[in-house]
């Protein structure tokens, strides 16, 4: 069973727009969330983090909310660029065990 | 500064040989990660090890073994390899429990 959902595959969104890109978590264990960006044939890099004391977190044109209640994280992304797009993973940690768990991922296109 | 480095880029094996991906970090990170990314299933987690001379099963340890050979390197090992094997191998590294992980560039692997 998924730990972290990411129930849209893809996401197309106009240059200069805001994208939104969702997350949900079922296990209530985990305590510390990270977002990746992934372009082809590279590895994952890392995007930006929050904390599960925090609700937002914010760094440039990137911000995460988290939703403790609701087991729900979502990335924003303003303005979108073109070089945004790629593929975005979500991410979430249990720090007692040291083990990360990522989402299936999400598609984003930003159209010029 | 190499950071993350996975050998070789490339395999092709057939069925039920067996091969080790090699995994060297020089970031003196605690922790360490295998990852098999595969289309729709995202980044999913195979092994990891919290400190030299502990390793734990992921999410699909099932056909891999691993080895915490000193705190640089961490390998993984494909006994009997199956066409269900065929994937991108990712190995990551963290400092610690609520750090960001560092992705090598991957291996790519095709088992006929």
């Known amino acids: 069973d998924q730990q972290v959902k990411q129930n849209s595959p893809s996401l197309s969104v106009q240059e200069g727009r805001i994208s939104i890109l969702n997350c949900d978590y079922t296990?209530?264990?985990?305590?510390?969330f990270l977002w990746y960006k992934k372009y082809p044939a590279e590895g994952p890099t890392f995007l930006i983090s929050?904390?599960?004391?925090?609700d937002k977190n914010e760094d440039g044109r990137f911000t995460v909310f988290l939703n403790k209640s609701a087991k729900h994280l979502s990335l924003h992304i303003v303005p979108s660029q073109p070089g945004d797009s790629a593929v975005y993973f979500c991410?979430?940690?249990?720090?007692?065990?040291?083990?990360?768990?990522f989402g299936p991922g999400t598609s984003l296109s930003v159209i010029p | 500064n190499a950071g993350v480095t996975q050998t070789p880029k490339f395999q092709v094996l057939k069925t039920g040989q067996s091969m080790t991906l090699q995994c060297a970090q020089d970031?003196?990170?605690?922790?360490m990660y295998w990852y098999r990314q595969d289309p729709g299933m995202g980044l999913r987690l195979i092994y990891y090890?919290?400190?030299?001379?502990?390793?734990d099963k992921g999410e699909v340890p099932n056909g891999y073994n691993v080895s915490r050979l000193n705190k640089r390197e961490f390998s993984l090992r494909l006994e009997s390899a199956a066409p269900s094997q065929t994937s991108v191998y990712f190995c990551?590294?963290?400092?610690?429990?609520?750090?960001?992980?560092?992705f090598g560039s991957g291996t790519q692997l095709s088992v006929l």
């Open positions: 991410a979430s940690r249990e720090t007692s065990y040291d083990k990360v768990i």
């Open positions: 296990n209530s264990m985990f305590d510390y």
């Open positions: 929050i904390s599960s004391i925090k």
């Open positions: 970031m003196n990170h605690n922790s």
């Open positions: 090890s919290a400190s030299e001379g502990t390793t």
């Open positions: 990551a590294t963290a400092q610690g429990s609520r750090e960001k992980l560092f």
